[in-house]
C-alpha cells in the first residue's frame, strides 16, 4: 500500500532585500521538525516579500 502524506504550508517573511533571515527558517524547521513534519519544499512568492515553507508527514 502506498503512503499518504498530509502538508502543511508556513509563510516566513523576508527583510526588505528578499533575503530570508536564516535564523528564523532555521527555528521555524526545528519547531515543526518537532512536531513531525518534514521540508518538501521552499517556495518564494512573486514579490519576494515572503516563502512559503512547505511540509509533510505521513497521514
Do not use: F, H
Not at 34 to 40: D, I, T
Amino acid at each position: 500500500m502506498s503512503k499518504r502524506w498530509m502538508y502543511q504550508t508556513l509563510e516566513v517573511p523576508s527583510t526588505l532585500l528578499g533575503n530570508i533571515k536564516s535564523d528564523v527558517l532555521q527555528e521555524t524547521l526545528n519547531r515543526e521538525g518537532q512536531r513531525g513534519w518534514e521540508l518538501a519544499s521552499i517556495v518564494y512568492t512573486a514579490t519576494m516579500s515572503s516563502a512559503l515553507v512547505v511540509l509533510k508527514k505521513e497521514a
